[in-house]
């Protein structure tokens, strides 16, 4: 059962354009989201993260957006870049045992900003 | 120093092979985890140590074991492993916590024959 899912598997947007990408989650208990980005054969690497007592949080081209009642998040980049090309993962924290969390990954969005 | 560093950056062995991949970090950071990807899949996580013991292991199979032989390494020792085990490994570590960003090192490619 997919607990965390994005269900585009690829966005292709002009660069200069917005590019948003969604993720929805299934568990009432998730209260903490982030956004990885990864290219091949690299490590995800972090960008955004947002708590459920927020709706947004911002940082520079990077804003993220927090539905609750929904249970959505979208990843919102203006201007997009040829350089955001990559793989965007949607992943929620859930506490785990010792108050250490576990990232479950959506299954990802591949990002082709057109230059 | 923001980095998590992994060695070997490729690695191809045998199924009756022991060979070892090693993670490093300098930040701090007391939670440290090892994930496995699979191609076009996200990562999934395998184990979690926090100060050093480990907290969460995600029923891995007994041919991979980890070990963190202080706070700031990680070891993933592989014995008998099968031709499906080959993948990404990464390596993240974080403050420790539930609500803190994990930080990845750059991942193990890892071929099994």
């Known amino acids: 059962d997919q607990q965390v899912k994005q269900n585009s598997p690829s966005l292709s947007v002009q660069e200069g354009r917005i590019s948003i990408l969604n993720c929805d989650y299934t568990?009432?208990?998730?209260?903490?989201f982030l956004w990885y980005k990864k290219y091949p054969a690299e490590g995800p690497t972090f960008l955004i993260s947002?708590?459920?007592?927020?709706d947004k949080n911002e940082d520079g081209r990077f804003t993220v957006f927090l539905n609750k009642s929904a249970k959505h998040l979208s990843l919102h980049i203006v201007p997009s870049q040829p350089g955001d090309s990559a793989v965007y993962f949607c992943?929620?924290?859930?506490?785990?045992?010792?108050?250490?969390?576990?990232?479950?990954f959506g299954q990802g969005t591949t990002l082709q900003v057109k230059p | 120093d923001t980095e998590v560093t992994q060695t070997p950056k490729h690695l191809v062995m045998g199924m009756t092979n022991k060979k070892s991949l090693k993670c490093e970090q300098h930040?701090?950071?007391?939670?440290m985890y090892w994930y496995k990807q699979k191609a076009k899949k996200p990562p999934e996580l395998m184990f979690v140590?926090?100060?050093?013991?480990?907290?969460i292991n995600e029923s891995v199979p007994s041919r991979f074991s980890p070990e963190c032989p202080n706070s700031s390494l990680l070891n993933l020792h592989l014995h008998a492993l099968q031709p499906e085990d080959s993948a990404l490994y990464l390596c993240?570590?974080?403050?420790?916590?539930?609500?803190?960003?994990?930080?990845f090192g750059p991942g193990t490619r890892l071929t099994v024959l």
């Open positions: 993240a570590s974080s403050r420790r916590g539930s609500y803190n960003e994990q930080f």
């Open positions: 568990n009432s208990m998730f209260d903490y």
């Open positions: 947002i708590s459920s007592i927020k």
């Open positions: 992943a929620s924290l859930s506490g785990g045992s010792g108050n250490t969390g576990k990232l479950i």
């Open positions: 930040m701090g950071h007391r939670a």
């Open positions: 140590y926090s100060y050093e013991k480990l907290s």
